[in-house]
């Protein structure tokens, strides 16, 4: 005599997709510091010492970047888009989501 028996497991779906709250203007930083780990080959985030470029810690306190342009946001995500002096341009690398993630990441620090 043979049983079997079936188990049926249907509740298990994986909801995956976390309800997109509004990210888009302000940033999710700590979205962002994940995205910081490409970066963090380059950069540190706890210093302004220079890796392969200069450490990030404060950046938004700054007077000026290396560039001679003020932080703003838009400033740095300029220097995201288009790198330049040894930094990879991030233009199609990284979406618009993620590039504000990563400025509000930089922000805390
Ligand atoms: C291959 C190394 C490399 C990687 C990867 C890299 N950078 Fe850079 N980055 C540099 C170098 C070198 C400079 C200095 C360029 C200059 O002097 O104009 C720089 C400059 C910058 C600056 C301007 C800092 C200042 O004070 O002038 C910012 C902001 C910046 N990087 C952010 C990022 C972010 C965010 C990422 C990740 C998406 C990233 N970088 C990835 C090498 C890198």
Redesign the pocket.
């Not at 790198?83 to 990879?88: I, L």
């Given at each position: 005599m043979q049983k079997s028996t079936f188990f049926v497991c249907c509740a298990a779906l994986a909801i995956g997709a976390v309800p997109a709250f509004a990210a888009d203007d302000k940033g999710d930083a700590a979205k962002g510091k994940e995205?910081?780990e490409?970066?963090s080959?380059?950069?540190n985030s706890d210093s302004t010492e220079k890796k392969?470029?200069?450490g990030?810690k404060g950046?938004f306190q700054?007077d000026k970047?290396?560039?001679g342009k003020a932080?703003t946001e838009a400033n740095?995500r300029a220097?995201?888009n288009e790198?330049?002096?040894?930094?990879?341009a991030?233009t199609e690398?990284?979406n618009d989501t993620e590039k504000t993630d990563?400025i509000a990441y930089?922000k805390t620090l």
């Open positions: 995205v910081f490409q970066c080959v380059c950069h392969m470029g200069p990030l950046l700054k970047m290396a560039n932080p740095v220097k995201i790198g330049g002096n040894g930094m990879p991030y690398m990284l990563l930089l």
